[in-house]
């Protein structure tokens, strides 16, 4: 197949990015398959410039970037290019774009409803899917309308629109729940802009913090326990992954610092809990739309009561990343996970979604 990859753009998650579809590439060049690679944020990716990127971006660097250096990229956002990425002849060659972006227009419905406009087939999610499951507030509605547990929230931000919100900062007193609280923006993955807030004083500080980063901010009641994930690929899941952070929660560092954290796969669990939790990650995939392949994390009370966090519809694949753990526990190597992710979107009818 003619496959092009899309990493880079300018979220906070460039990095993550670039070493995801760098990886990605050299998989699916291993299986024959003739790969292009495209940054959103600059345009094609020449031999020259992939030799570049491989010699600078061989690993994910402890913090993410920052906002200035993000805007520099491309003026102020991934716009500059967007327009005319579907014009592009690895673009409009391609027999599908593998989307190795994570956050911002990469993972938002946005790009994917480029592509849709211009007839390119692409992996993952769908453009409504996608911004769904982008939208933490609107996530969680959806999973409890299909029975899919998970913590209490509200959302507070600028909008201060919707079942929910409310347009004033809260303090601690006005919380529904006690603390401590998990405070994150509302559309941002690999938990940039979060915290947990335990003290009082803390959760100002915390949602100016988060605020940083979208318009929209989510305080959830924080789940004490284990830390859970399921990847699923095309409807079915991997066995149930454990992480244990060096840190109280899976944070940026603890995701791509070797070291900082360990995972169990298959988690250490009795069967019918991993089950349990691998019929709720099938319920949320069906809930948000999702397709191709994703991964649905939980954290797990001392009860064996399970809380699901999020789904990440483009989750990250690089060498500490959790899907493709998973997927060796299932007994599938990286290369042959990204042909059947490949494959799923060459031969994806989305409807629309």
């Given at each position: 197949m003619k496959i092009t990859v899309f990493l880079g753009g300018t979220s906070s998650e460039r990095d993550v990015s670039l070493v995801s579809g760098l990886r990605i590439s050299e998989a699916l060049r291993t299986r024959g398959h003739e790969v292009t690679l495209v940054d959103p944020a600059t345009g094609a990716i020449d031999a020259a410039g992939e030799r570049a990127l491989r010699e600078n971006a061989s690993?994910?660097?402890?913090?993410?970037?920052?906002?200035?250096?993000?805007?520099?990229?491309?003026?102020?956002?991934?716009a500059g290019m967007l327009p005319t990425l579907a014009a592009l002849p690895a673009v409009r060659d391609a027999d599908v774009v593998f989307l190795a972006l994570h956050g911002g227009q990469g993972e938002d419905g946005t790009v994917q409803a480029l592509l849709d406009m211009a007839g390119v087939r692409y992996t993952g999610s769908g453009h409504l899917a996608s911004a769904l499951a982008m939208d933490k507030d609107l996530s969680k509605i959806l999973f409890r309308a299909a029975g899919v547990r998970t913590a209490d929230w509200i959302m507070v931000g600028e909008s201060g629109m919707g079942s929910g919100h409310d347009s004033?900062?809260?303090?601690?007193?006005?919380?529904?729940?006690?603390?401590?609280?998990?405070?994150?923006?509302?559309?941002?993955?690999?938990?940039?802009?979060?915290?947990?807030?335990?003290e009082?004083?803390?959760?100002?500080?915390?949602?100016?913090?988060?605020?940083?980063?979208?318009?929209?901010?989510?305080?959830?009641?924080?789940?004490?326990?284990r830390e859970f994930t399921v990847g699923i690929l095309g409807g079915d899941a991997f066995p149930v992954g454990e992480i244990i952070p060096k840190h109280e929660i899976y944070d940026y560092e603890c995701k791509y610092t070797p070291g900082m954290a360990r995972e169990v796969f298959p988690a250490d669990l009795p069967a019918e809990v991993a089950a349990e939790m691998q019929r709720q990650a099938r319920l949320a995939f069906a809930a948000l739309k999702l397709g191709g392949c994703a991964r649905i994390d939980f954290r797990m009370t001392s009860d064996f009561t399970p809380y699901c966090l999020e789904a990440n519809t483009l989750p990250g694949m690089t060498e500490l990343s959790l899907i493709p753990q998973g997927a060796a526990a299932a007994g599938m190597g990286f290369a042959e996970l990204c042909e059947r992710i490949a494959r799923l979107g060459c031969h994806s009818d989305r409807g629309g979604n």
């Open positions: 690993r994910v660097k402890t913090a993410p970037p920052t906002l200035e250096a993000l805007a520099a990229l491309s003026g102020s956002s991934d004033r900062l809260p303090t601690a007193d006005s919380l529904p729940f006690a603390l401590p609280v998990v405070v994150k923006p509302s559309k941002q993955g690999s938990t940039v802009g979060l915290t947990v807030v335990k009082r004083d803390q959760l100002g500080p915390a949602i100016v913090e988060a605020l940083k980063y979208d318009d929209e901010v989510m305080i959830e009641a924080f789940v004490a326990g």
